[in-house]
DNA sequence: TTCCAACTACCGGCTTCCGGGTAAGCGAAG
DNA sequence: CTTCGCTTACCCGGAAGCCGGTAGTTGGAA
């Protein structure tokens, strides 16, 4: 019997798919949770198998919830469940230890598939993220494998957090007490470490990875 | 028995909603279609009591399937269901004749009641949305009711997607191969009309109407 | 200790955004 | 036929975005 923990911000999502997973005998979800704390605070308790994860989660990211989830029970494997299909986004859950990544608009099946793999030991891609990642490691090559410094520090993050809700450089400025010319260098630093190209671009990133509600 | 069609561009979402809903025995999933198309195309052979549409679907958006479906079958029910809470979003679907709105954030009981109530010729809001209205009826009052004129033109419409694709008013311009002022005069209007005030805001807005992804 | 990344701050310059106005042509609805 | 909404197009001006550069401080890692 596979134990499982389902993180996902949207209620009816969660019952869903605990209603389709249950289906199958032998998964059983002890428990079915809407943000990372939760889930946290639980998994120690509860002690899953597997943690299907979603990465837009409000407050602290999937991807943040993952390294921390995983610092403390490196034994749980996580399975992220993305809306997005976005290859940072894929690079960044795998790079805190994520073992598979599903995309929503992948089949019922290729879940169920992915927590038996996870669980045996193996990683587990969904064929459209697995397509994603192949094109990325071509033009990997192609750029000649130079590195990518891609995590935002903190102060980025929260940059992009703010102009994602729609504030303006010099607003966000008052409201950090900081001069605009901060805030306008914190953006473009990281705008080209994602190769984002105006505020728009930056807006949908933001959303993709759960840092903003759109 | 009352039957079904599902509506959501979410495979994994559709699996398991269908999931959910079939463990009732009165109801039957009939259908369940990835886009508003094939939802026009199987609703005439399908006859579904109810339609469930998501509202942010890619191509025609909920809004605008749910507007040509009730055109063609007016006695269909349609429950609309959505991740985003948002005013001006619910009033739309509810003009074009939805009979209620469940948001993805509430129960999965909420969205069994909605069904209920919408074969039973009510309308039905999930108990957030209904919150929602109330304080919108509220500030329409304090605004002295006057008329909000809120549906875009086919070319608002269409500025607002490629706004939101992150395309600058020039770049538009050429594209359309239209002045850049007109293209400017159009973003104006559009954006007082839904009371936006930059393009970040924009740009949720056309996420949260499946204008665009993410 | 040395070094590097992060955070802080400023300069300049060009482009774009955003809000205000005006106005002509055109097709549908009254 | 008149009116109304949509689309087209232009004017202006202040604010902000976007990109390039330089540079001081600080705190932690090698």
Redesign the interface.
């Known amino acids: 019997m596979i134990r499982i923990m389902l993180v996902d ?5 969660r ?3 605990c ?2 997973l249950e ?1 199958d005998k032998t998964l059983k979800v002890v428990s079915a949770v809407g943000d990372g704390e939760t889930a946290l605070r639980l998994a120690a308790e509860l002690a899953p198998t597997v943690v299907v994860m979603d990465v837009a989660l409000p407050g602290a990211s999937g991807i943040e919830t993952t390294r921390r989830l995983l610092a403390r029970h490196p034994e749980i494997k996580v399975l992220a ?1 993305s ?2 299909l976005d290859r940072r986004i894929v690079q960044q859950m795998l790079d805190v230890g994520a073992s598979g990544y ?7 099946v ?2 169920r598939q992915g927590i038996q793999n996870v669980v045996a030991g193996r990683s587990y891609l969904c064929s459209e993220v697995a397509a994603l990642v192949a094109d990325g490691l071509r033009e990997l090559a192609a750029a000649g494998g130079k590195h990518d410094t891609n995590a935002l520090s903190r102060r980025e993050t929260q940059i992009a957090t703010l ?4 504030k ?1 450089a010099p607003d966000i400025a008052a409201e950090l007490h900081i001069a605009p010319s901060t805030v306008d260098v914190h953006r473009r630093n990281l705008m080209r470490k994602l190769d984002l ?5 930056l ?2 990133y933001a ?2 990875t759960g840092l ?3």
Do not use: C, F
């Not at 102009?163 to 729609?166: D, K, Q, R, V």
């Not at 190209?197 to 671009?201: P, Q, R, S």
């Open positions: 911000d949207h209620t009816m999502v019952e869903a798919l209603s389709m289906q469940l809306t997005y599903i995309a929503k608009s992948a089949a019922g290729e879940l102009l994602a809700e729609g303006s190209h105006n505020v728009v671009e807006t949908r959303i993709r903003v509600l759109p």
